[in-house]
């Protein structure tokens, strides 16, 4: 991974596999600060690896519908604050894929809603009839729309390790019930609303996952990115066929079939890098995002 970019003004204080994290110039203590530069890189990470080559415009377009996201659920407060709120510029050259957020304290959990039955919770259904302890009807097929939308939470690992599933109670016991049940209400009630918006645009959001945390003020709020083609399967209604997906599934269906994830990732093949460039774009242009 290549070094941060280096923004007049502002501190570079962490990475994560996609976004780089920024305090203004001159403030020590993170949490005290009145703005934090959120910045989107153009990498793309799939099994928890960061991955070559980055994939040209991803950040901006990420951003984008974060933004987009964050503007239609006004009605969960999210970590966005106007820009200058602490008084320091962006440089132009980042302004385009970065957000002014709040600092928060994080909950160690990934909120992960499922709407329909794909990917691991598939593969755990097929042994079980259940995902992430959730039990579900017998005879659901591989890309169903479930009943109704479960929430299958998941421990939020350091970087550089993987994230694992984990059951409701023991969210309960990571963060406290009322915690819990509050991620949990948050999480379904933000897809809820997602999902019936991309519907209008022929677009199903098959999952998602969310994270949150608190304010000093004490509210909980959503953070880091939100929708987005990274963090959400997005299929064409139009095609009714879930393998017209809007996001990375692109990368993992060809890592899939060319790694067996030991070891360093291969280096994506020009053509899947730019088809999943046009696949993010055709997101954004089907959402009017």
Not at 121 to 138: F, I, K
Not at 153 to 160: I, L, M
Request: with cysteine.
């Amino acid at each position: 991974m290549t070094a941060p970019q280096e923004l007049p003004g502002w501190r570079h204080v962490s990475s994560g596999k996609v976004r780089e994290l920024y305090v203004p110039a001159g403030v020590d203590d993170v949490a005290s600060a009145a703005e934090l530069l959120l910045v989107a890189s153009d990498r793309v990470s799939a099994y928890d690896f960061a991955l070559e080559p980055p994939i040209p415009g991803k950040g901006e377009l990420l951003t984008r519908l974060s933004r987009f996201w964050f503007d239609r659920i006004a009605d969960v407060p999210n970590h966005l604050v106007a820009p200058g709120t602490g008084g320091t510029p962006v440089p132009e050259s980042v302004a385009a894929r970065s957000m002014h957020v709040l600092p928060l304290a994080m909950f160690p959990v990934e909120c992960v809603v499922r709407g329909y039955l794909v990917g691991s919770g598939w593969a755990e259904y097929r042994e079980t009839q259940s995902v992430c302890g959730v039990p579900l009807p017998a005879g659901l097929s591989e890309g169903d729309r479930l009943p109704e939308p479960i929430y299958t939470p998941a421990y939020k690992a350091p970087q550089g390790e993987h994230d694992e599933n984990i059951s409701f109670e023991q969210t309960v016991e990571l963060v406290g019930r009322e915690d819990a049940e509050a991620l949990r209400e948050l999480s379904l009630r933000v897809y809820g609303e997602a999902a019936a918006i991309a519907l209008e645009h022929d677009v199903v959001i098959a999952d998602t996952k969310f994270e949150f945390g608190r304010d000093t003020d004490g509210t909980i709020r959503i953070a880091d990115e939100v929708l987005t083609s990274d963090s959400s399967r997005y299929w064409d209604a139009r095609s009714g066929n879930r393998t017209d997906s809007f996001d990375k599934q692109i990368v993992r269906d060809w890592l899939s079939a060319n790694w067996d994830r030991q070891g360093t990732p291969p280096v994506l093949p020009q053509e899947i890098v730019d088809r999943t460039a046009a696949r993010y774009a055709e997101l954004i242009e089907r959402l009017g995002a």
